[in-house]
């Protein structure tokens, strides 16, 4: 027995055997209970967890169940050698090495929810959200996120270890400033993207026109997008001038309204001019997917009688609407010949006087 108690009492650098062994004893207990009790209370939860509407609970408990053992491992060890006698470099290293477990877990936990909140603010608007574009915002986000909080966390851990963090936020906050200043453009094209991939004021496959330019969108990148032109070459437009400009999407489209004029020789009579709406409404009528709003004699142009005509395309296929114009021209052509309309030219009368 007094072997024993020497053996307990016996000194291995500045603690006891005794004290080692209560260490040892800690960690096991402590590593072992988070283990049984962390498994145990989630699994409990998850089952009160299937029985809600509720989306963010399992995505809280899917963060929860990935935590690994090497936070179980730092957790104990940490909480073990509290009763022992270390050297500051030791200590502050376990210190550390708890503090990193426990801030990784949290930024883990942080960047899923964030994420989980913009995917869902996506799938709200009109469309939903796609898996590419998901995956897309995802990882963007996680770029940022991750930047943004990993600054905070190893500022938090620094400050938690004694150091001394004020010149290295001055530090940071210049390099920072510099860094922006430098990848200034860049940086607003991705968040550009960001925006579009949130916003999805239009997306792949779309038809817009941005400015002078128009064509069919065939990727949407972090820094350009790049359409596909009605004469077939790419055009590469950056993110910003996207999100800064008028753009006209036609995704959306689901009826064309269409203006056009047409004008007859000054020299038809007034009973003519009177049938000219009735003819362009059997036209109209007859053409596939048209609809007539209007159509009125409304200008004496310098040589001609016009009238104007408003119609609808029940398609939001160009196509459509050029098939649609040229059957309706053909018929309007047609008809004028029967009722012997003539469709007027640009001319010009000259009087000569005679003295």
Known sequence: ?????????????????QDLLIALATFAVVYVALTIIWRF??????????KTKF???????????????????????????????????????????????IIYEVIKL?????SFFVIRGMK?????????????????????????????????????????ITSLVAGLGIGGLAISLALQSVLTDVFSSLSIAI???????????????????????????????????????SNTELTTARVQNFRKLKKRRVVFSIGVTYGTSPDKLKKIPDIIERCIKDV????????????????????????YIDSKEYIDYMNAQQEMNLAILEAFAKEGIEMA??????????N
């Open 1 to 17: 027995m007094q072997n024993y108690a020497d053996i307990l009492s016996r000194q291995i650098g500045p603690n006891s055997v």
């Open 41 to 50: 209370l989630l699994k409990r939860i998850r089952g009160i967890a299937k």
């Open 55 to 101: 989306k963010l609970d399992d995505v809280i408990l899917d963060v929860f169940e990935g935590v690994g053992g090497l936070f179980y491992i730092a957790v104990a060890l940490y909480a073990s050698v509290q009763s022992l006698a270390l050297s500051p470099f030791v200590n502050i290293l376990i210190k550390g090495i708890f503090l990193f477990a």
């Open 110 to 114: 942080s960047e899923r929810i964030i």
């Open 124 to 164: 709200a608007r009109s469309g939903g959200a796609t898996s590419a574009e998901e995956q897309k915002v995802s990882g963007i986000f996680s770029i940022f996120i991750k930047i943004t909080l990993w600054s905070f966390g190893l500022l938090l851990i620094l400050s938690n270890l004694g150091f001394n």
């Open 199 to 237: 916003d999805k004021p239009f997306k792949e496959g779309d038809f817009i026109v941005v400015g002078t330019d128009k064509g069919t969108v065939r990727h949407i990148g972090i820094k350009t997008t790049r359409l596909e032109s009605l004469q077939g070459e790419e055009i590469v437009i």
């Open 288 to 311: 596939d997917k048209a609809e007539l709003d209007r159509a009125h004699f409304w200008e004496f142009g310098d040589f001609s009688l016009n009238f104007e005509i408003v119609y």
């Open 345 to 354: 030219f640009p001319t010009q009368t000259v009087y000569v006087e005679k």
